[in-house]
């Protein structure tokens, strides 16, 4: 069973940035992609940012530039700085992590963005 512990979040004011951090409990060969969902209340869960194997970033059109997802596959981590927070980033922001063509994801942990 794979495990992804997170760690960061919190209660910050609009505009101000937080850092999260996950690791993940899985032989870094298995895994093909680390990254960020986040989900709010009354909404769908949502891609906030993807580390793929190859290098490659992704990130949820929401994000402009705001966010950056760093870490290293090989290392089995992977981190969400986040800047620029709004009110509307407010919710619960979960790693994601792709091993052996499943999906496994972390306890969760809650962002909230004053005003």
């Known amino acids: 069973q794979v495990q992804l512990v997170q760690s960061g979040g919190g209660l910050v004011q609009a505009g101000g940035s937080l850092r999260l951090s996950c690791a993940a409990s899985?032989?870094?060969?298995?895994?093909?992609?680390l990254g960020w969902y986040r989900q709010a209340p009354g909404k769908r869960r949502e891609m906030v940012a993807r580390l793929i194997k190859s290098g490659v970033r992704l990130y949820g059109d929401f994000v402009k530039g705001r966010f950056t997802v760093s870490g290293d596959i090989a290392k089995n981590t992977v981190y969400l700085q986040m800047n620029s927070l709004k009110p509307e980033d407010t919710a619960v922001y979960y790693c994601y992590g792709r091993v052996d063509d499943v999906d496994y994801w972390g306890e969760g942990t809650q962002v909230t963005v004053s005003s």
């Open positions: 899985a032989s870094a060969a298995g895994i093909s992609a």
